[in-house]
């Protein structure tokens, strides 16, 4: 059974490097770096859909409801449609910097067991 959804998931892992670039009911961007052994662990959201930017460094995408698993480069983008429980890595030896555009719809984390 999933965890209670939460609003603000900064608290719940740990990255190199969190900012975020445009914020608006509905729609934000955010760009994350992660090390090498580091991710963003399982969860889902409700409402928002992922799309994942590679900026620098390699990205991999593990994804059910289908089984999936995406690597992604710079310059390549991914979708993850609300509801999809996935996981993302760094594919890579050294830091990975991703840009996350969520929406449209009220933005949350949910996170699994």
Excluded: C
Excluded at 20 to 29: E, L, N
Excluded at 39 to 45: E, G, M, R
Excluded at 84 to 106: D, M, W, Y
């Amino acid at each position: 059974m999933p965890k209670p959804a939460v609003k603000d998931a900064s608290g719940l892992y740990e990255v190199e490097r969190r900012a975020y670039h445009a914020s608006r009911p509905g729609f934000r961007i955010a760009e994350l770096q992660i090390s090498p052994t580091q991710n963003v662990p399982w969860h889902s959201h409700s409402n928002v859909q992922d799309t994942f930017y590679v900026i620098e460094g390699e990205l991999r995408v593990f994804m059910q409801d289908p089984k999936e698993d995406v690597r992604l480069k710079p310059g390549e983008t991914y979708s993850v449609r609300a509801g999809r429980p996935h996981l993302v890595t760094n594919a890579g030896k050294t830091s990975a910097t991703f840009l996350v555009l969520q929406g449209i719809g009220e933005y949350d984390f949910v996170p699994l067991v």
